[in-house]
C-alpha cells in the first residue's frame, strides 16, 4: 500500500505471520530519473519476510529498465535484500497514474501489458508477477483474458483485486471472477479484496480455489489479522489482542518507524495511530490529539491513557 507498506511495517506484519510483502508503489519513471527517494521506497531490509517490489509505468522498456537498476542496486548492498519477484501494477486506480496509462490503465491495452510482463522476464533473473483489478469497467471485465496473456509471457503468479476501476473500493469485492481466473491459469493466483478477518479468508479460499490471500486495508492497526487467519485454517482457538497488546505493538511500530525516518515517524505515524486505537473505548476523545501529536512519548502517553479505560 502506497504510504503505508514501508519496511516498518511489513517488518510488524511478518512478526505476526505475513508470509510475504510487497512495497509500497515504485515509480518506474521517477527510477530512471535517478529520484533518491523513490530508490528509498524500493529498498527491502534484510531482517523482512520475502518482500516482493512493485514497480507501475507505462512504457515496459522504462519499467524493465527500472527493475533492472533497482535489482542491481539490491544486490551491490550487503545491507539490503533482493526482491522475490518483481510485481507489475495494473490495478491502480488513481487518476493521476490512470491519465498517464499506468496501473489499472494497463488493463485498457492488453496487448501492451502483455509486452510489459515479457520485457522484464527478458531483462531480468527474477520471477515476475502481477496485480490486476477485474477489469476497467463493468462492461470491460477481461481480467482473465490480460491474466492468461501475463501467463503466457512468463509471469509466476497474477494477484486479482475482485473490483474494476470504475469500483474503486465500493461495492463488495466480487470473488466469482477471480475463481474465474483461477480456473483458466497454471499458475498460482492470489485473491484481493475485503478480507478483513479468517471468515472472510475462509470465504476467499472456498469461493475462488485461490492459492495464496494478499491482505490490504485488514491490517491497517490490525498485523494480528494473518496469525488470525493461519489460526483458523489450522483448527486452532485464536483470542483477539487486547488494547494493551496492541498499544504495545504500536509502540513497537513507531520506534521501527523512528529508526527508518528519524523525527519525520512521528507525523507518518499518526494515521498508524489512528487505526491501531479505532474501536477502543476512550479513542474517539483523543482523536484530534492523536493526530497533532509531536513526539513519541506523547504516544505513548495517550496510549497509556487508553490502556486505563479498556
Ligand atoms: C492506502 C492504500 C494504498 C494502496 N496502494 C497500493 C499499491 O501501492 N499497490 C497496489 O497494488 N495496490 C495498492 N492498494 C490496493 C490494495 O493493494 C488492495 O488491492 C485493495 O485495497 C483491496 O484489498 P483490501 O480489501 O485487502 O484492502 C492500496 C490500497 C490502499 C487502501
Redesign the pocket.
Known amino acids: 500500500?502506497?504510504?503505508?507498506?514501508d519496511h516498518a511495517f511489513r517488518l510488524v506484519c511478518a512478526e505476526h505471520g505475513a508470509q510475504a510483502c510487497?512495497t509500497?508503489?515504485v515509480s518506474a519513471n521517477a527510477v530512471c530519473y535517478g529520484d533518491k527517494k523513490t530508490a528509498e521506497l524500493a529498498r527491502i531490509g534484510t531482517d523482512e519476510a520475502p518482500c516482493a517490489l512493485?514497480l507501475?509505468g507505462s512504457d515496459p522498456d522504462t519499467v524493465a529498465e527500472a527493475a533492472v537498476r533497482l535489482i542491481a542496486d539490491a544486490r551491490a548492498d550487503e545491507n539490503a535484500a533482493v526482491p522475490v519477484a518483481i510485481?507489475l501494477?495494473m490495478?491502480?486506480p488513481v487518476r493521476k497514474i490512470v491519465s498517464t496509462g499506468q496501473g489499472s490503465a494497463l488493463m485498457r491495452t492488453p496487448e501492451k501489458a502483455a509486452r510489459m510482463v515479457y520485457t522484464l522476464r527478458e531483462r531480468i533473473d527474477l520471477p515476475v508477477t502481477v496485480?490486476l483489478r477485474l477489469g476497467w469497467d463493468d462492461d470491460h471485465r477481461n481480467v482473465v483474458e490480460v491474466a492468461r496473456l501475463a501467463e503466457e509471457n512468463g509471469a509466476a503468479a497474477v494477484?486479482v483485486?475482485g473490483?474494476t476501476r470504475a469500483q474503486m473500493?465500493r461495492p463488495a469485492?466480487d470473488y466469482t471472477m477471480i475463481a474465474r481466473v483461477k480456473d483458466a491459469l497454471s499458475i498460482p493466483v492470489i485473491g484481493?479484496?475485503?478480507?478483513?478477518s479468517a471468515d472472510h479468508a475462509l470465504d476467499m479460499l472456498k469461493v475462488t480455489g485461490c492459492d495464496g490471500i494478499?491482505?490490504?486495508?485488514?491490517a491497517l492497526g490490525n498485523p494480528y489479522i494473518f496469525e488470525e487467519i493461519f489460526a483458523i485454517l489450522n483448527g486452532k482457538d485464536y483470542t483477539r489482542p487486547s488494547a494493551e497488546q496492541k498499544l504495545h505493538t504500536a509502540l513497537h511500530h513507531l520506534s521501527l518507524l523512528c529508526g527508518l525516518h528519524g523525527q519525520r515517524a512521528v507525523l507518518e505515524f499518526r494515521k498508524h495511530a489512528a487505526w491501531y486505537t479505532k474501536g477502543m473505548r476512550g479513542a474517539p476523545a483523543i482523536r484530534a490529539k492523536l493526530c497533532a501529536v509531536e513526539n513519541a512519548e506523547e504516544f505513548a502517553e495517550l496510549f497509556a491513557l487508553l490502556v486505563a479505560q479498556n
Not at 1 to 5: C, D, L, N, P, R
Open positions: 500500500m502506497a504510504g503505508v507498506s510487497v509500497e508503489m512493485q507501475f510485481d501494477n490495478g491502480c496485480k494477484t483485486h473490483r473500493y469485492a484481493n479484496g475485503d478480507v478483513s494478499m491482505i490490504a486495508r485488514g
